[in-house]
């Protein structure tokens, strides 16, 4: 396999685990958010579930095409196997949240990552997705923070359900970056720091005893 195909079989595997995370997160925003906490938390979630299914089939089609796939793309019926266990497991409004608060993070780092890279259509490509996905995480982080000032035993679920998928967010990241291939074709910039810019994300959390990071 050559270096250019590397790379962009390694850009695939990477847009296709955001695609799949943000198809998961959008079917779960459905199935749970249909019975959140109040209207206003039911309306959001059912308004960003849209928006996460949409990111995703704009992923997806993007990985069409960079296989060189012509013509009408196939359906998405599931996701590919890549999404993170912390999504798929899922099961209510305190998972829900803190999946969707960590992973939209990590994803926010990475296209970031990609619109200041040296790959032209990459930087396109994302900066519509980049503007949309930051109202998902200043929604998420909000109720972040509402149940950990909960009562009972909300915070501590809460930090579990975090800690758990900001783990799988870490490694992810980390693994991103060892890819040097993304690097050498322009997909993200030379040494690009993804787990240092994540920690910087997590203080203020971090300084409230909510999360760890490796």
Same mark, same amino acid.
């Given at each position: 396999?050559?270096?250019?195909?590397?790379?962009?079989?390694?850009?695939?595997?990477?847009?296709?685990?955001?695609?799949?995370?943000?198809?998961?997160?959008?079917? !779960?925003? $459905?199935?749970?958010?249909?019975?959140?906490?109040? #209207?206003? %938390?039911? +309306?959001?979630? @059912?308004?960003? =579930?849209?928006?996460?299914?949409?990111?995703?089939?704009?992923?997806?089609?993007?990985?069409?095409?960079?296989?060189?796939?012509?013509?009408?793309?196939?359906?998405?019926?599931?996701?590919?196997?890549?999404?993170? !266990?912390? $999504?798929?497991?899922?099961?209510?409004?305190?998972? #829900?949240? %803190?999946? +969707?608060?960590? @992973?939209?993070? =990590?994803?926010?780092?990475?296209?970031?990552?990609?619109?200041?890279?040296?790959?032209?259509?990459?930087?396109?490509?994302?900066?519509?997705?980049?503007?949309?996905?930051?109202?998902?995480?200043?929604?998420?982080?909000?109720?972040?923070?509402?149940?950990?000032?909960?009562?009972?035993?909300?915070?501590?679920?809460?930090?579990?359900?975090?800690?758990?998928?900001?783990?799988?967010?870490?490694?992810?990241?980390?693994?991103?970056?060892?890819?040097?291939?993304?690097?050498?074709?322009?997909?993200?910039?030379?040494?690009?720091?993804?787990?240092?810019?994540?920690?910087?994300?997590?203080?203020?959390?971090?300084?409230?005893?909510?999360?760890?990071?490796?």
């Amino acid at each position: 396999m050559s270096k250019m195909k590397l790379g962009v079989h390694s850009f695939i595997e990477l847009l296709e685990t955001i695609a799949d995370n943000k198809y998961v997160l959008g079917d !779960r925003l $459905v199935e749970i958010g249909v019975s959140g906490p109040n #209207l206003e %938390a039911t +309306l959001a979630a @059912v308004a960003m =579930a849209q928006g996460e299914l949409g990111h995703a089939r704009l992923l997806y089609n993007w990985c069409f095409d960079l296989r060189g796939v012509k013509g009408k793309k196939a359906d998405i019926l599931r996701q590919t196997g890549k999404a993170f !266990r912390g $999504v798929v497991n899922v099961h209510n409004w305190i998972s #829900l949240i %803190a999946a +969707l608060y960590t @992973v939209n993070t =990590a994803i926010h780092i990475v296209l970031q990552s990609a619109l200041e890279s040296n790959h032209s259509k990459a930087a396109s490509r994302v900066q519509k997705l980049i503007r949309e996905q930051k109202d998902h995480i200043i929604y998420a982080k909000n109720w972040a923070k509402q149940l950990l000032h909960d009562q009972g035993i909300v915070p501590h679920r809460f930090r579990e359900s975090l800690n758990g998928v900001v783990d799988e967010a870490y490694a992810w990241l980390a693994e991103i970056e060892k890819k040097q291939e993304l690097q050498m074709e322009g997909y993200l910039p030379k040494d690009v720091k993804l787990t240092e810019k994540f920690k910087e994300q997590w203080k203020e959390l971090n300084n409230e005893h909510l999360v760890h990071t490796k």
